[in-house]
Structures are given as C-alpha cells and as structure tokens.
C-alpha cells in the first residue's frame, strides 16, 4: 500500500518525497519545532536521512509505520504525522507543524485524520500519544480527540541535552466511534 494519500479537512497526509526536503527543514530543523518532539533539530543532511528512510520504510512489504508529510490543500508541506505499530493493534502516535503554521487547526486535523485512518483502515484497537508536560498545545490536540490521560512517564525522552518525561494518552476504538460521532 504505498503510496498513500489520506484526506483530512483542513490538511492532506502522504507517503514522504524526496522534494519534500527543503520544506522538511521548516520542522526538523526548526528549535522552536523540535522543543516538543523527541529529538533535536536535524541539519540538512540528518533531514535528508530522515525522509529517504521514511520513503524507503514506507515501500516495505509489511508496513511498521505510517510516517507521513502532512500538507496543505496545495500539497505543501507543513509538518509531519507518524503512527508507528507497536504491540498488537497498537500504535503510538506523533505530530508536528512547522511553528508559523501553528494555531490554525492542522495538528488537529493531522492527528485525527490519522487516527482515524489507523482505527477504520488498519484494524487498530488502541493509540496512545506521549506530550511533554510543557506541550500545553499537543495536550489540549490529544483531549479533542478524546483521548484518556493515562499517567507520566518519568524520564522517557532524552531531548535538548536532557531527560524529559512524557505525558501519556491514549484512546481505544471503542471510544474514537463514539467520539468520533460528536465531531
């Protein structure tokens, strides 16, 4: 299944490019950006690594993630949506926006579109979502999608020259049906 295109409302999601570097740097490249994720900022080259071994895992005949560019109705790049499969029926959900794209909607859009795509196409029964406890943006993403706070993770990331622990969350398929009919 590759490759694939998801539509969301505000936002499209899409297996990686290689023409997607140069955007990509606006998220991975970005200190403002990678404060919140679970690695540093990436210089061109580490970018460039990034999406080619996101397009070649992507090709993989059994997929173990679902890494995708997020982008706008004009197909540019804005940011990044990853559902990596863990467990069974499991998968851990992750998200960024480049920062001058931020409070307009397309995190929201990102992580639902995808968890939905990862509930109602890939048969999954669980997705949980790990938030530094600062992140008060992807916090309040995680409570619109209806996910549980399940408790913190002492010391899970090591980021920015540091531990930081992460908040975790999670939702089941059971819940995103009945959430999912309110939105």
Known sequence: MYPITITGHRVDLRDFRPDDIPQA????????????????SRDHDQATAM??????????????EYYLAVTDKTDRMIGFARLGLSGVKAA???????ADRWGHG??????????TYG??????HRITAAIGPDNTAS???AK?????????????????GAWRDSLLYSVLTHEWTDHAATL
């Not at 740097?25 to 540093?40: C, H, I, K, N, Y």
Request: charged residues 25%.
């Open 51 to 64: 999406i080619n071994g996101a397009i070649e895992r992507a090709q993989a005949e059994h997929r173990t």
């Open 106 to 115: 397309y995190a929201t859009d990102a992580a639902r579109t995808l968890t």
């Open 144 to 160: 619109r999608l209806g996910m549980t706070y399940e408790g913190r993770l002492r010391d899970h990331v090591h980021t920015n």
């Open 25 to 40: 740097l606006a998220v991975f490249g970005d200190d403002e950006v990678t404060r919140w994720l679970s690695f540093d």
């Open 92 to 98: 851990k959900l992750g998200y960024a926006i480049r």
């Open 139 to 141: 916090i309040t993403v």
């Open 119 to 124: 509930f109602h196409t890939l048969g999954l």
